[in-house]
């Protein structure tokens, strides 16, 4: 299968980027990343080359990432499907696989799993707050909202998807023509998708980027295949096995992590401790006396997290 990956970020998501990045050549993925991005490219490029309309950077023989500057004035996670399409229209046409991952991810498992995955389709993963039944207040008022203006909610969930990850064949592409639509139709009830969204989950439409994929789940007529909340390593107790998401809170490559735990009593996530371990190869995230320090901090708050649990 011919596969492309793509992402999007700004500001200091770079530093995410890198290690997720790092984490996909560790589980044998060869090929191009495609990263859509604001403001300025990332410190660490070194050797990379300008081309008609982006920049190229091969950090190992066999990846290559291609960075793509965006002129949008969509919060970026609202702009997913815009890229996703743009991607392949414009990138990677022969692509039978496209896949986009957020950049506070880490690939906890062998590539060739996505692939196969994708063939049962369109691949999703449960959120944090993941149970969401069929006749929940909140689908009931999209269905509300959105019925009148035709759109047909086809297939009954009782899990509600995470917008930090979607996997797709050729075949399931019309999904995201799918999910734009229903971006339309959100805008057109008056959300702003120039913002991430949150705050008071009783609307309908608070969290935008979720609500409208999980919107486009119920009404398209693609077939989707979920996995659980082991699929993000979102599940009290560990045993995440396929992606570590850092979603909410504050990113791993933010935090001091020693402060953290002796102030809040909160040790090291796994999501940190996965960001960590990829920091370094192909990718060289960090300078060799910052990632010294940095780990060190992660070895000590993990040390006294262990003491006190």
Not at 285 to 304: E, Q
Request: charged share 20%; proline share 6%; hydrophobic share 40%.
């Amino acid at each position: 299968m011919i596969s492309a990956i793509c992402t999007l970020f700004e500001n200091d998501y770079h530093l995410g980027l890198g290690a997720w990045a790092n984490s996909l050549y560790a589980h044998g993925y060869r090929g191009t990343i495609y990263a859509g991005y604001r403001g300025n490219l990332p410190p660490w490029l070194t050797g990379a080359k300008p081309a008609d309309g982006f920049t190229e950077f091969t950090p190992a023989e066999g990846l290559t990432l291609r960075f793509i500057p965006l002129a949008t004035k969509l919060h970026l996670t609202n702009f997913k499907p815009d890229f996703m399409l743009e991607v392949w229209r414009n990138h990677c046409p022969q692509a039978e696989a496209l896949f986009y991952f957020d950049p506070d991810i880490t690939i906890l498992c062998r590539w060739t799993f996505f692939e196969e995955w994708v063939e049962a389709g369109v691949a999703v993963c449960q959120d944090v707050n993941g149970w969401m039944p069929d006749n929940h207040p909140i689908r009931h008022g999209w269905r509300k909202l959105l019925q009148p203006a035709d759109l047909e909610f086809r297939t009954r969930f009782e899990t509600y998807f995470n917008g930090g990850f979607v996997g797709l064949r050729t075949e399931d592409r019309v999904f995201l023509n799918d999910w734009r639509r229903v971006q339309t139709l959100m805008q057109n009830c008056g959300v702003d998708f120039s913002v991430i969204g949150f705050g008071d989950r009783t609307y309908p439409f608070t969290c935008r980027d979720q609500d409208a994929l999980n919107i486009t789940c119920m009404a398209t007529g693609r077939k989707i295949s979920p996995l659980g909340q082991d699929g993000m390593d979102f599940q009290h107790g560990g045993g995440g096995y396929v992606m570590s998401h850092a979603a909410g809170g504050t990113k791993p490559w933010r935090k001091r992590m020693l402060v953290n735990m002796i102030a809040k009593g909160s040790p090291p996530s796994r999501a940190d401790k996965c960001f960590y371990s990829y920091t370094q190869h192909p990718i060289r995230v960090f300078p060799a006396a910052a990632t010294f320090w940095r780990k060190l901090d992660l070895l000590l708050a993990s040390a006294i997290g262990r003491y006190i649990r």
